[in-house]
């Protein structure tokens, strides 16, 4: 019994000496590492007085900037680029510097980040549950300089703190954000041709400036292949900076500048300022670029339109009788038909209305394409409000989409100039129709 007690009371002074080596690190216990940790990026987000200009890449692709000022009764105030709105609105919520496993900054009410994440599709878009795959708790990696970096806790996003000047504190306030997008916007709208010419061999790359989706991309056609890199953006008060770096023959790009006077993007690279031009004509094939740098093709609401077959219309007219005549009295409208390169899907959106209730119905593909452009979809299950109207779209869909191989090129209206994209089928080249580029 008594060598018993001896091993016990040997074993419990041996777990203490263990015990007592674990917590003591540089002779501080993890709970006063952890205090003086969070005190540390408290004290850096609220000692900048002229905030931060921030820079959120959500795992879900874009990018998105903010201007965030901390105060230190844990409020901040914030601007954002989602659009126009946040970028002249300043909204302030709550956050909070938490002493977790790591020092993590939290915005634990509801604020410009939160949209983001917003599980309501119809809130930002996105994903049913998970919005964009963005993050609004970020754990602390290190401070840099002026810069400080984090990572979001549950899904990753990156997450870039900059000191912001007192000039550009007063240009946020002053609606800098807002009038820089606003500017852009305007000329990417009216000039949809752009590109720009890295070398002297005379290649001409598009520049794509997706900024619905927040993402750039660069387009070149090599030894008869199309190539493409592509990567999340974000505007700034000056003009977009990109996630990473793009790289072309070795040449890397990771922002663009807009020039007000000459009205133009232009980059910096090895020390030699490089310009976006315009083209009155496109720069590649549209089947090149769909998914890139035009994500949709809207079919607009009407019973004829140019770039619409007989064919086309019969087919709409039927569909849409059948629909009115049916028990829940549905009136079609526009349908957008919405591309992703990258995971090789298209999705169909059909607006329906019942009165002046509008609801939507999706018909979803994935697609394959030969390098001369012909697409071959292959439907899957639709979805939602689809399920009232698949009868009523056979005569486009089973008929017509899911059967037929299609050609997909521009169009121009020829009333407006305006640059359509336009279907063809390949089987039946009767059946076309058109619509706008977006």
């Known amino acids: ?18 015990k007592k080596e674990e917590v003591l690190v540089d002779g501080q216990r993890p709970e006063e590492r952890i205090t003086e940790a969070v005190t540390k990026y408290t004290n850096a987000l609220t000692g900048s007085t002229t905030g931060w200009k921030a820079f959120l890449y959500p ?3 874009g990018g998105y900037s903010f201007y965030l000022n901390f105060s230190k009764d844990n409020k901040v105030s914030m601007y954002a680029d989602l659009d126009y709105d946040p970028a002249e609105e300043s909204m302030e919520s709550t956050y909070k510097v938490k002493a977790l496993q790591n020092p993590t900054l939290a915005f634990d009410t509801y604020s410009y980040l939160h949209v983001l994440a917003d599980p309501n599709p119809s809130t930002f878009g996105g994903t049913a549950g998970w919005g964009v795959y963005s993050d609004f708790e970020f754990t602390f990696d290190k401070i840099s300089g002026d810069s400080i970096m984090l990572t979001g806790k549950l899904l990753k996003s990156k997450l870039i703190l900059v000191k912001a000047t007192q000039a550009e504190q007063k240009s946020y306030n002053e609606k800098g954000l807002l009038n820089s997008i606003v500017r852009q916007v305007n000329y990417l709208d009216a000039n949809p041709n752009l590109y720009i010419q890295l070398d002297d061999s005379g290649t001409r790359i598009q520049t794509s400036f997706d900024y619905i989706n927040k993402v750039f991309s660069l387009v070149w056609e090599e030894n008869g292949e199309v190539q493409t890199t592509s990567t999340g953006f974000a505007f700034t008060l000056t003009g977009i900076v990109l996630k990473e770096p793009l790289v072309y023959k070795g040449k890397s790009i990771s922002e663009f500048t807009w020039d007000a006077a000459k009205q133009v993007y232009f980059t910096t690279v090895n020390g030699t300022r490089i310009e976006i031009k315009t083209s009155v004509t496109p720069i590649l094939p549209l089947h090149t670029i769909l998914g890139i740098q035009y994500s949709t093709i809207v079919v607009p609401n009407g019973t004829t339109y140019p770039g619409w077959s007989t064919d086309f219309q019969t087919r709409r007219a039927s569909a849409a009788a059948s629909m009115l005549a049916g028990p829940y009295r549905l009136r079609l409208d526009k349908m957008a038909f919405k591309f992703n390169a990258i995971q090789k899907t298209m999705v169909v959106t059909v607006d329906i209305y019942q009165n002046t ?5 999706d018909f979803p593909y994935t697609y394959t394409k030969t390098t001369a452009g012909v697409f071959k979809f292959t439907a899957g299950t639709p979805t939602g409000n689809a399920a009232l109207i698949i009868g009523d779209m056979v005569p486009l869909t089973t008929q017509r989409l899911n059967s037929n191989n299609f050609t997909i090129d521009y169009f121009t209206h020829p009333t407006t100039g305006a640059l359509l994209g336009q279907f063809k089928s390949v089987e039946n080249p009767g059946f076309t129709f058109t619509g706008a580029l977006q």
């Not at 019994?1 to 203490?16: P, R």
């Open 1 to 18: 019994m008594k060598k018993i007690l001896l091993y016990s009371l040997l074993s419990l002074t041996l777990f203490a000496a263990c």
């Open 59 to 61: 795992d879900g692709g």
């Open 357 to 361: 209730s509008r609801f939507v119905a």
